[in-house]
Structures are given as C-alpha cells and as structure tokens.
C-alpha cells in the first residue's frame, strides 16, 4: 500500500512544474492574464484528470482538492508578472518540465496499481499522466503536440514506466521510492536525449509521391 499524503505530495509537486511550463508557454505566444490561467490549469491539471478517468479514480482528484487549482492559479500569476525575464532562450524551462515528466510518470503507474490495473494499463497511465496535459496545450495552439515531434520526450516517459513497473512488481520495491526513481530515470532520459539531440527516426515521405 501506499501513503496517501505521499502521493498527494508528489501530485501537487508535479502539478506546480506543468503548471509553470504551461503559463511560460502562454506567455511566449502573446496570450493575456487569462490565457496564461487557463494554460496553467490545463498543462497542470490536464494529464492527471485523464489519468484518473482513465483509470476509474473518479471524481478526479482536482475535483475533490482545491490546492491544484490554487497551486496552477498562483503560479501562472507568478510566471505572468515575471514575464519579462522569460524569453525563447530560456533552456531552464526544459530541465523543469523534465522533472514535471518524471514526477507524474511514476506518480501516474503507482496510482493505477493502486486501483488494480495491469502492467500495460500501469505504464500507459504513467505516460498520459505525464503528457496529456502538454497534448492538450498543443492542440489549443493549434500545434502538432510535442509529443509526436520532441527529441524523446513521450518515449522517455515510456521508458521509465517500464523501469518503475520492473521495481514495483518484481523487486518489490515500496511505492514511493518507486515514484521516485521513476522520476529520476525518466528525468534523466529526457535530459540526455536534449542535450544529445537524439530522437526517434521519422519515415522519408517523397509528397510527390501523391499524385
């Protein structure tokens, strides 16, 4: 079993980090005080209300406590009036949402095998945890997400699932450490891939090729 209060923590630690990245990505785009709230709530809010959907922890947990919205509301504030220190060259952001990745990546596995989900199922809630709320964020700017482009960024996420789910089920390693190397590994991938610039191949498509 795993500690409630631990969880919430990590949930709201990582609902801080999405949040930030979120309203950042707000403010870069020219959007006013209430683009950069609405951006802040749904990268902050958006992966773990389609985690708990998916999983059948309903009402979701930002329902049910009013510190992720208070959380994503004071930061986005923050992030608003500070916004002229932001620019497009602020690498900072990456490594943030890095952590944001890891966090809500093992927070997303161990809260669906807390609620009897497979291994599959465990991996995959680690993963829309951890990118729901930036696809969604994608989308609203009408944007390819991400996700589908990134130097390694989903896949990172996938990657460490498959790490945390390796310790939780077959070294029975307790929760919360679980959460925590998951976070580390995934963190760690995503960051290396950046720097690296490694990425997934992408298919050589001839548009000739249409006709």
């Known amino acids: 079993m795993y500690d409630d209060n631990v969880i ?10 999405f949040a930030a990245t979120g309203a950042v990505k707000a403010v870069k ?12 709530v749904t990268v902050g809010c958006g992966g773990g209300m ?5 999983i059948g922890a ?19 504030l923050f992030v608003f009036f500070l916004a002229g220190k932001i620019n497009d060259e602020w690498p900072a952001l990456v490594y943030f949402d890095a952590i944001g990745l890891g966090v ?13 989900v497979g291994i599959v199922g465990m991996i995959m809630s680690g993963t829309f945890s951890a990118v729901g709320g930036g696809m969604l964020r994608d989308v609203f700017l009408k944007e390819i997400p991400i996700v589908f482009t990134s130097d390694f960024y989903a896949s990172a996420s996938i990657l460490g699932g498959l790490f945390g789910v390796f310790l939780l089920k077959y070294l029975k390693v ?15 991938l995503r960051i290396i891939a950046y720097e690296m610039h490694f990425r ?11 006709d």
């Open 174 to 188: 307790d929760p919360e450490s679980v959460i925590t190397i998951t976070a580390a590994v995934t963190m760690t």
């Open 104 to 116: 809500f990546t093992g927070l997303g596995l161990i809260k669906a095998s807390s609620y009897g």
């Open 50 to 54: 389609l985690r708990d959907v998916l």
């Open 58 to 76: 309903v009402p979701v947990a930002v329902f049910n406590h009013p510190s992720y919205f208070v959380i994503c509301i004071l930061t986005a």
């Open 200 to 210: 997934l191949p992408v298919a050589k498509f001839d548009k000739g090729d249409d």
């Open 29 to 40: 785009n020219k959007l006013d005080l209430l683009g950069v709230l609405f951006f802040a």
């Open 8 to 17: 919430f923590f990590f949930d709201l630690f990582g609902t801080f980090i």
